[in-house]
């Protein structure tokens, strides 16, 4: 069992910064592949970034690559988003996700992920 707890979104300016961060509780942390998606008002909850539960591979959506950029820290049961280049269209409630993982891989569909966080809202001002 892995609970999920979300922190470091806001409000920023288009071209600005933010960072952020997925608490994981769970001794086994290391062992999840990690996720991160964004649901906008409206719009179906879309995937952001993976990565393998060793931290070697990542993925991300077209949408965010070049401008986000994740990472994770096993010993602090953690991973993190850093997002630059904001823009107005990337503001959403943005969800940490994991999956217990055999296969050392990293996933980008919604229900391949076992557990998900609250959400934390991200928004960028034009």
């Known amino acids: 069992q892995v609970q999920l707890v979300e922190s470091g979104g806001g409000l920023v300016q288009a071209g600005g910064s933010l960072r952020l961060s997925c608490a994981a509780s769970?001794?086994?942390?290391?062992?999840?592949?990690m996720g991160w998606f964004r649901q906008a008002p409206g719009k179906e909850r879309e995937f952001v970034a993976a990565i393998s539960w060793g931290g070697s591979m990542t993925y991300y959506a077209d949408s965010v690559k070049g401008r986000f950029f994740i990472s994770r820290d096993n010993a602090k049961n953690t991973v993190l988003l850093q997002m630059n280049s904001l823009k107005p269209e990337d503001t959403a409630v943005y969800y940490c996700?994991?999956?217990?993982?055999?296969?050392?891989?990293?996933?980008?569909?919604?229900?391949?992920?076992?557990?998900w966080g609250q959400g934390t809202q991200v928004t960028v001002s034009s």
């Open positions: 996700a994991a999956k217990d993982d055999k296969y050392r891989g990293y996933y980008t569909r919604k229900y391949e992920y076992d557990y």
């Open positions: 769970g001794r086994t942390f290391s062992s999840y592949a």
